[in-house]
């Protein structure tokens, strides 16, 4: 079956410049989460969310980073006036239910802030 | 929230050696363990995980154990093979079946042949 997908899989942006990430997680899945990865280290947790609402945002490094997911599915990370620290592989992840089951991950965005 | 602890950062092994990687976590209600894999450039990979009413699970040639009183877990893979270099994380939840995991910072493992 269909696993979990992101668009862009690369986004090369100007200092400055706001982007959009997006995620499609595994259909039935209630549970989503984002990461950062900067290069050769290891999962930055970013944010969860259960449904539509996000319960976890403690991961969020500034209030330029926001996130949201509709119907229960896509979720979409904004990024507001991208700095060249933003620059990683922003990774998202689906389980069907939370914590205690198997998170399948995305092939991930990288992102280059120029 | 969670604290989980992974070492070594890196372990170098010949190929045909065993590996053991450890976690420490420090919520005593966490319940799930598992173990991700990410080769290079790849995204993470479920490898094997625990449920906390077990104290070891196998599955070929890897393994988990846990030691609850103590808080910790460990991975251990047997007659290891090239292909099984790339970086390893552990992860705990915070008690509840639902909520985030927290990962351990990653072991990057590299078998030489």
């Known amino acids: 079956g269909a696993g979990v997908s992101q668009s862009p899989s690369n986004k090369v942006t100007e200092k400055g410049k706001d982007v959009e990430l997006r995620c499609d997680p595994i259909?039935?899945?209630?549970?989503l989460y984002w990461y950062r990865q900067r290069l050769g280290q290891g999962l930055e947790f970013l944010i969860y969310?259960?449904?539509?609402?996000?319960?976890?945002k403690s991961g969020l490094p500034s209030d330029r980073f926001s996130a949201e997911r509709t119907g229960g599915s896509v979720s979409t990370l904004t990024i507001q006036r991208t700095q060249q620290e933003d620059s990683a592989v922003y990774l998202c992840?689906?389980?069907?239910?939370?914590?205690?089951?198997?998170?399948?991950f995305g092939p991930g965005t990288r992102l280059t802030v120029t | 929230g969670e604290n989980v602890e992974q070492h070594p950062s890196t372990l170098s092994v010949q190929e045909g050696d065993s590996a053991v990687i450890k976690c420490t976590y420090s919520?005593?209600?966490?319940?799930?363990f598992p173990w991700y894999k990410q080769e290079l450039g790849k995204r993470p990979q479920l490898i094997i995980d625990?449920?906390?009413?077990?104290g070891e699970k196998k599955d070929q040639r890897i393994a988990v154990t846990l030691n609850k009183t103590a808080k910790h877990f460990s991975l251990h893979i047997t007659e290891t093979q090239p292909e099984d270099s790339a970086v390893y994380f552990c992860a705990a939840p915070r008690g509840s079946t639902l909520g985030r995991l927290y990962f351990g910072r990653g072991t990057q493992l590299t078998v030489w042949p």
């Open positions: 969310f259960q449904g539509n609402s996000a319960p976890d």
């Open positions: 992840a689906s389980s069907l239910v939370g914590a205690s089951y198997e998170q399948y």
């Open positions: 259909s039935g899945h209630t549970a």
């Open positions: 625990i449920r906390s009413n077990v």
């Open positions: 919520d005593s209600a966490s319940n799930y």
